[in-house]
């Protein structure tokens, strides 16, 4: 209860005029080089960690992602002979559309997840060494996001080699999509990493909560095969916006428009202050409750 109540009343500081003024964009935007290096040095700590004793080492940033489409096509061509409704998509093949919502969601998910921890993990460091804490939780994101990306390139190519889809000079917008979606993350891996010190359960609730989005995520199935019932909670994720428009950039499918970019921003800014704000509220209690 004591825990809860210090939960609330740092949260609660966003009432405050105090809080919003913090000018956390401006710290963001003007690190300093010692600072950058620091970044630079934590996300290659963190993909040593990975590959760490593999003996193909870095080769699965691309092989895994390869294989994870072989094991989908598979079973969604071939067993489950999944089709996509011909009116609303015509000859496009499930597996491309499946595709370019997949990687999206796995950037997301898997920064999300390995940040949530990353102050419990690094308590040893909190104490001793002079580090923005803030900086912790950007490695594990930046990381995720590098090798996911690198991924996405890589089942872009076997796509269109494949001829599951023609290229279009729209999907260069992929690029500003990944970097608005890596710092919505970044924003609410901020958040969770912060609340995860204080309430511990939150590392073990995450990956099912995340399961439970992914299928409330228009992933595996389109929009239009929503019950009409539950449209307004599936527009409500903003996952099924990032993924829509990823989709619409590569495949030209759906009709979105410059306003559903501009709500992407919006998201991600509101994402990223939220976060921000709440971990620096708590940071300076970290070492009370490790």
């Known amino acids: 209860m004591v825990v809860c109540n210090f939960v609330v009343a740092g949260v609660g500081g966003f009432a405050s005029g105090t809080v919003w003024s913090c000018p956390w964009w401006g710290e963001l935007a003007s690190m300093t080089t010692p600072k950058k290096r620091l970044v630079g040095e934590l996300v290659r700590r963190e993909l040593r960690q990975r590959y760490l004793g593999s003996l193909s080492g870095g080769a699965w940033a691309l092989l895994q ?10 079973v969604f061509g071939r067993i489950f002979s999944a089709r996509l409704p011909q009116q609303e998509f015509g000859e496009l093949a499930f ?6 919502g997949l990687w999206p969601w796995n950037a997301f998910a898997e920064s999300l997840s390995r940040a949530c921890t990353t102050i419990t993990d690094n308590a040893g460091l909190l104490g001793k060494v002079a580090i923005p804490r803030f900086l912790l939780v950007l490695a594990p994101v930046a990381a995720a996001f590098m090798l996911q990306v690198a991924g996405f390139a890589a089942v872009l190519l076997v796509l269109y080699l494949g001829g599951w889809f023609e290229p279009r000079w729209q999907a260069l917008l992929t690029l500003p999509l990944f970097v608005l979606l890596a710092l919505f993350t970044l924003g609410l891996a901020w958040l969770f990493s912060a609340l995860t010190v204080f309430v511990r359960d939150i590392a073990h609730g995450l990956p099912q909560a995340l399961l439970l989005m992914f299928f409330l995520t228009p992933v595996l199935y389109p929009r239009s095969l929503v019950p009409e019932t539950l449209l307004p909670l599936a527009d409500a994720n903003p996952l099924a916006l990032f993924v829509g428009l990823f989709r619409q950039s590569v495949l030209g499918v759906g009709s ?15 994402s990223l202050a939220a976060g921000y704000l709440v971990f620096q509220r708590l940071a300076p209690h970290f070492e009370d409750f490790q």
Not at 67 to 74: D, N, P
Not at 95 to 100: E, G, K, V, Y
Not at 256 to 270: E, H, N, R, S
């Open 65 to 74: 992602p390869l294989a994870q489409l072989a094991i989908y096509g598979y």
């Open 95 to 100: 597996l491309a559309f499946l595709a370019i």
């Open 256 to 270: 979105y428009g410059p306003g559903d970019w501009l709500l992407a921003v919006v998201l991600t800014l509101a």
